[in-house]
Nanobody, 115 residues
């Protein structure tokens, strides 16, 4: 059983910052790609950023230069540092991880950016 537990969401003004965390627990070896996705009301879930086990990173164009993804393999944790937040970043943010070849999702954490 694999569980992903996210934290760090909340309400912030435009231009502010938030840091999301996601901790994996259970039978979690090996953890391969980890990432963050988001879903705004009325829209499809979209990729925000991913990081491979070796540290290769991919960002959505809309967050490049503002968001930073990182992972601590010893803590089975992935982070998303979000700076210069915009109202259009408002969404439910989901943690994603591949354990061996199986894909898992967190329950989501709400991020709301007010203008």
């Amino acid at each position: 059983q694999v569980q992903l537990v996210e934290s760090g969401g909340g309400l912030v003004q435009a231009g502010g910052s938030l840091r999301l965390s996601c901790v994996l627990s259970g039978t979690i070896w090996p953890i391969n790609d980890m990432g963050w996705y988001r879903q705004a009301p009325g829209k499809q879930r979209e990729l925000v950023a991913t990081v491979t086990r070796s540290g290769s990173i991919n960002y959505a164009d809309s967050v490049k230069g503002r968001f930073t993804i990182s992972r601590e393999n010893t803590k089975n944790t992935v982070y998303l540092q979000m700076n210069s937040l915009k109202p259009e970043d408002t969404a439910v943010y989901y943690c994603n991880a591949f354990v061996f070849t199986s894909e898992y999702w967190g329950q989501g954490t709400q991020v709301t950016v007010s203008s």
